[in-house]
Structures are given as structure tokens and as C-alpha cells.
């Protein structure tokens, strides 16, 4: 990516696919888990988010686990993104979270902070799990002041997808080091000739307003606090708004209506930024083809990019510490449960996984070459550091940037507002 050469038709990788995989509190004095029984069988329970599709895989590598080490049962519980984490909530104020549960990066300080994650390094150190082998560097998301607090399982970077028909209609293409201003010019070109936004919201998005920022030196998030400043913000949110007046970003209230549906599979824009390993989606809404293109960048280099991932992690009170790091550490190596969970999480953060799962569809196959040709670029850098409450200033981002998004919040008030929201999220 850090070069200027056009992306020749191999490097815009076509995304197709069925249905979407779903990807990324208070102090406890715990017992938590389940306890043994009088054979020496212990019970795990086990959480995660996701739909359908994961569920029925992540059961079948219960399965394969349990038949390893028929002494550990594993108890499944389950539902979707918001409903998790509200019920873990609850969970770990009263003392009772699960002994194992799926993590993200916006949530190890959080925990770490009120004495809810297990430090997996003394496990590591007494041979029960293993920390070899991860590719990338990913497992240093799982890390917070020299603990290890989350076992990445996956791995994912920001992405642009593309309408590959209207790009080609359009006469525009995506190229490596290209500048944002090449991006909005070749988005322009597309509302000029195809009368569509070119498009669907990108100043919302919080991820990409870190990499924008890590593109000019700064970063979304230190380790303590925001890593920009309320003019920086309001800059972003005023350039965005001014694109959703002249028609280059989707109408809002369109995007609404749509919904569940993407913006840019409704054919209401023709780009639209997410994680590279949700693309998935589009085909399965849309009628035209999709690809995964580079991130645009400020210097025709740099794309601020890293590696996100989806992590498994331990409750510090559980009464089965060995056995949670065994289970862990078997579902991130263990190569057949790397072919059943596929790209799922994300592309496969151990190198057994990652050998042991060959994608046939073209939409994983896309997926895999766009993060080989990202890393081979060089751009990849560390995960921005996320401070306890990065997820309250996630959702306030979100909010908050849809307000503007709508005009109902000026640039300047929204800023303000999320200084103010981040504040109250980092003192709590």
C-alpha cells in the first residue's frame, strides 16, 4: 500500500458470500464457574456473541474439545453483541461472570480495571497454554501492562469496499497510496455520472477516524485518555457534514430506511468502510459485485492501518484457572477446530489454523489476499491503545456522528459533547 501503482484487477479482491458472521462491570470477589463433580469432572461456562452461524461451529469445536479432555465440560451461553455484554454486566458486578468468554480489545482495560480478567501469562508459564505461534504480532492486542488479558482468535483490519460495477462505470479505480483527496475526487466522478453518493457515512465510523488520525501522527485513543483534540473533531465532522449537503455522502435518513440493510447493497452509494472480514455481507444484499479496496491516505503511504481481533479471555475468580487456559489454548491452535470456525472471527491468528483452513469461496479467499497484501506493504502498525470506557466513547462516537450526519447537532456542539461524554467514560 505504500506505493502509487494502480491496483490491478487481482489486487481489487472480489467479495462474495452468503450470510454475515457478526464481528469486535464493577469489582468482583468471585467464585464464578461451575463447580467439580466427584469424578474429577470440572464444568466451564463458556460466552460469546454472534449469530447463528457461529453458534453452530463454535458447538462443534465444544464437541472436539470435550473429547480431548473428557474431564472438562464446557457450558455454552450465547446471544447477540449488545445483549452480551449488558448480561456480563450484571454478571461481573454481582461476582458470577463466565470462567471463559469471547473479548475485545475496547474492553480489556475496562475489566482489567475492576478485577475481572484472569492474567493467562502464569498459565503460559506453567505449561498450559501455549503463545507461540501467532502471526502478525496479533497477540500483543491481548496485552495490557505486561498482562496478558486476551487470546486473539482471530484477526481483522479496516477496509474499503467498493461497487466494483459502479467504480468501473464510474471510469475511477482504487490505487495503492492513494490520498483522500484522490478518494473524494474519484467519489465525485461516480455522483457526477451515476447520479448515486459516493459514499455511505465514513465520518461516523470510529475506526476509521483513528486511522485518519494515526495517518497524521495522533491516534484516537492513548493509554489514559483521547489522542486528539475538539478541533481536530470538529475539522473531521465538519468536512463530513458538508459532504452529506452536496449529495457526495448518502442522505442519512436513506440509510435509515434501508436498514438492516448496507447503504452501499441498497445501491445508495458506491463505497462504504468496514472490517475487511464483515464484507461477507454484501453480496448476499446487494445486486451488483463487491471488492475490497485500500484505505486512502494522507502522505501516499502510511494507511494507519493494524490488526483488530476478537479474543478469548478468562474470569480472574474462576475456580478452574489450568483447565480455562487449556480450553483457550486449544480452541486458538488446535488446527481442526481452525477448519470449522474458517474466517468467521476474522483471518486465523495461529499459524496451525491459518494452515489448516483453505478457503474455497471467493469472498474468504478475498479476505485472506487483501490482508496478505496489506501486511506485505508494511504499513501495519500497532493497535491503538483502548483505555478503560473506550466502548461508552465507541457508542458516542457512533451516536453522536449520526446526529451530525442528520443536522440535528452541529460539528462543534458534537465535539464538545464527546470530550464531555469521554470524561464521565474514563472517570467511571
Not at 484487477?9 to 467479495?15: A, D, E, F, Q, S
Not at 483513528?210 to 475539522?235: P, V, W
Amino acid at each position: 500500500m505504500g506505493t502509487s501503482k494502480n491496483v490491478e484487477r487481482r489486487t481489487i479482491l472480489k467479495v462474495a458470500g452468503a450470510s454475515a458472521a457478526t464481528i469486535g462491570l464493577g469489582a468482583t470477589t468471585a467464585c464464578g464457574g461451575e463447580s467439580g463433580s466427584g469424578d474429577g469432572t470440572v464444568t466451564l461456562r463458556y460466552a460469546w456473541w454472534g449469530g447463528e452461524p457461529r453458534t453452530i461451529a463454535i458447538k462443534k469445536t465444544i464437541a472436539l474439545f470435550e473429547k480431548k479432555y473428557p474431564k472438562i465440560k464446557i457450558k455454552p451461553e450465547f446471544t447477540d453483541y449488545a445483549a452480551f455484554w449488558e448480561k456480563f454486566q450484571t454478571q461481573a458486578s454481582g461476582g458470577n461472570p463466565p470462567d471463559v468468554f469471547q473479548n475485545a480489545v475496547g474492553f480489556l482495560r475496562k475489566y482489567d480495571k475492576r478485577g475481572v480478567l484472569l492474567d493467562l501469562k502464569a498459565q503460559a508459564d506453567a505449561g498450559n497454554l501455549d503463545l507461540e505461534n501467532f502471526r502478525n504480532g496479533v497477540l500483543a492486542n491481548g496485552q495490557v501492562d505486561g498482562k496478558q488479558l486476551g487470546i486473539p482468535v482471530g484477526a481483522n483490519t479496516m477496509a474499503l469496499v467498493i461497487d466494483l460495477k459502479a467504480f468501473k462505470k464510474a471510469g475511477v479505480e482504487a490505487k495503492f497510496g492513494w490520498t483522500w483527496d484522490e478518494y473524494f475526487d474519484a467519489l465525485q466522478t461516480v455522483q457526477d455520472k451515476l447520479k448515486i453518493a459516493g459514499d455511505t457515512g465514513y465520518f461516523g465510523i470510529m475506526y476509521l477516524y483513528d486511522l485518519y488520525l494515526r495517518q497524521n501522527g495522533k491516534a484516537f485513543f492513548t493509554d489514559s485518555d483521547l489522542g486528539f483534540t475538539e478541533d481536530d473533531l470538529t475539522q473531521w465532522w465538519e468536512d463530513g457534514y458538508k459532504r452529506v449537503r452536496s449529495g457526495l455522502v448518502a442522505d442519512p435518513k436513506k440509510i435509515e430506511q434501508v436498514a438492516p440493510k448496507s447503504g452501499l447493497s441498497a445501491g445508495l452509494a458506491a463505497s462504504e468502510f468496514t472490517w475487511d472480514n464483515f464484507s461477507i455481507r454484501y453480496e448476499g444484499e446487494g445486486e451488483s459485485d463487491y471488492g475490497l479496496a485500500p484505505i486512502p491516505t494522507t502522505d501516499g503511504k502510511q494507511t494507519g492501518q493494524y490488526l483488530g481481533s476478537l479474543m478469548m479471555s478468562g474470569f480472574s475468580g474462576t475456580k478452574h484457572p489450568k483447565e480455562v487456559a487449556q480450553f483457550i489454548s486449544f480452541m486458538v491452535h488446535d488446527p481442526e477446530v481452525g477448519k470449522i470456525m474458517g474466517y468467521d472471527r476474522g483471518i486465523l491468528a495461529t499459524t496451525e489454523q491459518y494452515d489448516a483452513f483453505k478457503p474455497t469461496d471467493a469472498n474468504n479467499k478475498g479476505v485472506a489476499a487483501y490482508e496478505d497484501e496489506v501486511a506485505k506493504a508494511g504499513v501495519l502498525g500497532k493497535i491503538t491503545p483502548h483505555p478503560s470506557g473506550a466502548d461508552v466513547i465507541e457508542a458516542a462516537f457512533l451516536r453522536l456522528g449520526a446526529e451530525v450526519a442528520q443536522g440535528k447537532t452541529k460539528p462543534a456542539d458534537a465535539a464538545k459533547a464527546l470530550f464531555s461524554e469521554a470524561k464521565a467514560a474514563f472517570a467511571g
